[in-house]
């Protein structure tokens, strides 16, 4: 056995013991993660500032610095997420579409945990605990690879919370991290079958398609996403403006942002100016058609072919005057990600129809395409957001960490 | 592009049409192919007739040549099958949990296709029909890629199928048939992203490791059962009796078919005997542990450590005296497959506890493993049984066939 084999047995072991335990003994594990947490955050600070450090020697980029760092403010927010997590409802053991068939068995399905969850991110010590809080109260145990750059900081979280459920009365197993930080180890976890019962890559493009080709596990894709916002011909202008800017530049590194903004003929003339005076407030590129350059001049860059496909995750924004919803439809079935789509228009039958055909896991009319989000939908909580079909589609939270099982009650009956 | 990516973006294309269809158009489809294999059958037969030539003089054996067989009244049942996947409730369109949020955004969760769906599957015609029936009703185009020695017959019931939407003015591409029947077609189909949301892989242990080890798409992993009936030592063992005997010997070449009895060493001299009083009409092979042996004698077989982990799918039963529930659950977590497993006890709390502990898509009390199935279960239909855990788990019916999207309606709502 190798030692990631060893450690999913161990990881398997302590689901079978989540998997029953009931929702006080995992909240009580929850606020002993969080008490823990605080008591604790000198070691946290120490172990981080030594990740720091090898960081700055490295010559880390700025912002992966900031996301790699923590202090006690940002310590007390992912305390505030664990006790968030605490309080919502437990999403175990609800029985769903129970019944009676003809011959007497009562049939019903139980919601149940997945089992074990593997999750692979990057150098963010923050997913470290959220993540395992999610599993923790989906009854589910994670096994955690976290990026290499954050291997201490992680390190010190993950033995605080495994002495935390100890002292819950929980196998420290329930969470795990894994210590090699090489490649291999990242290869291994997607080979893990027999004790991995899906591996969630949170990331970048190039990890989240390095787990979809290499994985031999169940994977949920997450979070790449070229979304558009598409301004139909009946829309209200001005609304449309608000909201291209909003999705464009309230947050461009996440993955609602817009990346593309599609506008109806009728209306480019008068609509593009309007959008570009909220736009170059951010000092947003634009890359456009020849259209969007006709009207706007040369502020717009030409758009090169890859512009209609790329998630910029910056200041940037691809612009294309399309002929109607037709148009705008086919395009963005042809170029988005599947991720957030909005129309902007005040015509209910162009709305309707956007929502119908567009193929995404959120299809939005009048709204930024920023709500794609857990918290916003209402979950409580998010471990990230689906761009597959199978199992979970949008923004995950604590019932898309589930899996169900049906329990069967006979009386001798055989068939 | 590839001949398989040219018909995966085909079927991409027709699913956009078919996603949106209404259920009169996907009926009346439905209706028009039920039709065309009766009015057609002439054709059926004649195609059929030269694959079973062929494997006549390949040898193949006889209960394959069973399978691959049609005759008049095979499409009978292939068309009523039709019938019945036409009758049964559309999948597609309901939303639920729709909610208002605080900013006023309606966010509901629609019901939708999962897009494209690949079927891989062994030389039986009459899955090329249901399957292709049951994804035409939940809105999924479907690429067919059945076994080599069915390729006449699968071409005709394709072809046969092709024209009936035609006339039903749906879209050829919604089925169609992978035409090279080489290993590199089964292997393109798996690599085929972009193009296919989900493959599912129907047949023996060795397709579906296969599809699982080599799969870059998405993956609902069917069928492998090693189930286990537990008699406690509270059983009625009358009961145990019949229900093992119904478990073991129905069916015995199907998935959950019982592969072994566990039974506690409490009863185990009374109920072996009443067991194996049963199970001898069959010609039942045993193969014990050392206990059972002592008690049943010669007629019992050395269980081989295999034999704990095999799918018989035959008239072979393995045999094992256990200490009680205890050892039953952890020895059922650690050699089933998570497919169906049921104990025999009049026990109330041995019954919730199996009920709880043992990590399987269905668990019974007091009732043969044989029922897990969609039509027992009263799904109406199914494409297979999920051993996964994720999407499905247990018998898919038309519903499993889903994904969802969020639909969000707004009043220009930014973030």
Redesign the interface.
Known sequence: MTILETQGLAAKNAS?IL??ADTAQKNGALEAVASALLARQGDILSANAMDLAAAREAGMRQSLQDRLALDENRIAGIVEGVRQVCALPDPIGAVTKM?K?PNG?I?GR?R?P??VIGIIYEARPNVTVDAAALCLKSGNAVILRGGKEAFHSNEMLVRIMRDALESALLPRDCVSLVMDVSRESAAGLMNL?GYL??LIPRGGAGLIRSV??NA?V????TGVGVCHVYVHEKA?LQ?GA??I???KT?RPSVCNAAECLLVDRAVARDFLPMAWAFLKNKGVELRGCPETRAILGEVVIPAAAGDWDTEFGDYILAVKVVGGEDEAIHFI?AHGTGHSESIVTADYFA?QRF???V??????????T???DGF???LGAEIGIST????A??PMGLEELT?????????????
Do not use: C, W
């Open positions: 079978r998997a029953v019944d068939r068995l049939i139980r149940v997945l089992g079958t019962d899906v979809v080709e031999r169940p994977v949920i894709q209200d609304m608000e909201i800017y909003n999705a309230s079935n709305a929502l119908d055909e193929d995404a896991a959120a299809v939005y009319v009048n709204a930024s920023r709500f794609t916003e939908f209402g597959q079909k199978m199992h589609r949008g899996s169900s099982k049906y329990i069967v009650y006979g009386t001798g009956q055989i068939r």
